[in-house]
T-cell receptor
């Protein structure tokens, strides 16, 4: 079974400051990793994904994440946040059990940008 | 037009009533999913379907049923709604290679 831990439920950050949202996972097999964003009153939208290859993954809106297999982490970063980044962010993992792939989500991190 | 649509977007119903939430997609994906979102709990999988003839329970299927009427349609039913089923419900789709899922806008359900 796989699981995802998002260590911070809420993260307040000043506008134009950097941010890191933490995500750790556990799985007995190799995995795909995802970050989704949910803006207020909207559905989930994919920010970025790691399937294979380079461990540094770039996504939309200036976000990036780094896959660290030894630490089983996939932290999300942005060097300078904007008011429009206010949203809830979900980390998710899918194991590579072909034919039975399912996403397991973390509990989410609410990012609040302070003007 | 949205690729994954859900109806209704908002619904208030009473305890004991039967209710159906509908999901349609134009992405041509075989795989469809129903999740519920509760504050502080993230998204939890209710049911999923990898093709029209395949239905599987997720981690929280009790009190719910589903129907896969066609490749493009996947509906979720609450046979006898109860207040702790008050939540935000999302439908999602993915292609056969798994990986990324595409989400609908959600249905906010309130059971009084």
């Amino acid at each position: 079974a796989q699981s995802v831990t998002q260590l911070d439920s809420q993260v307040p950050v000043f506008e134009e400051a950097p941010v890191e949202l933490r995500c750790n996972y556990s799985s007995s097999v190799s995995v795909y990793l995802f970050w989704y964003v949910q803006y207020p009153n909207q559905g989930l939208q994919l920010l970025l994904k790691y399937l294979s290859g380079s461990t540094l993954v770039k996504g939309i809106n200036g976000f990036e994440a780094e896959f660290n297999k030894s630490q089983t982490s996939f932290h999300l970063r942005k060097p300078s946040v904007h008011i429009s980044d206010t949203a809830e962010y979900f980390c998710a993992v899918s194991d590579l059990n072909f034919g039975n792939e399912k996403l397991t989500f973390g509990t989410g991190t609410r990012l609040t940008i302070i003007p | 037009d949205a690729d994954v649509t859900q109806t209704p977007r908002n619904r208030i119903t009473k305890t004991g009533k039967r209710i159906m939430l509908e999901c349609s997609q134009t992405k041509g994906h075989d795989r469809m999913y129903w999740y519920r979102q509760d504050p502080g709990l993230g998204l939890r999988l209710i049911y999923y379907s990898f093709d029209v003839k395949d239905i599987n329970k997720g981690e929280i299927s009790d009190g719910y049923s589903v129907s896969r009427q066609a490749q493009a349609k996947f509906s979720l039913s609450l046979e006898s709604a109860i207040p702790n089923q008050t939540a935000l419900y999302f439908c999602a789709t993915s292609d056969i290679n798994g990986g990324e899922q595409y989400f609908g806008p959600g249905t906010r359900l309130t059971v009084t």
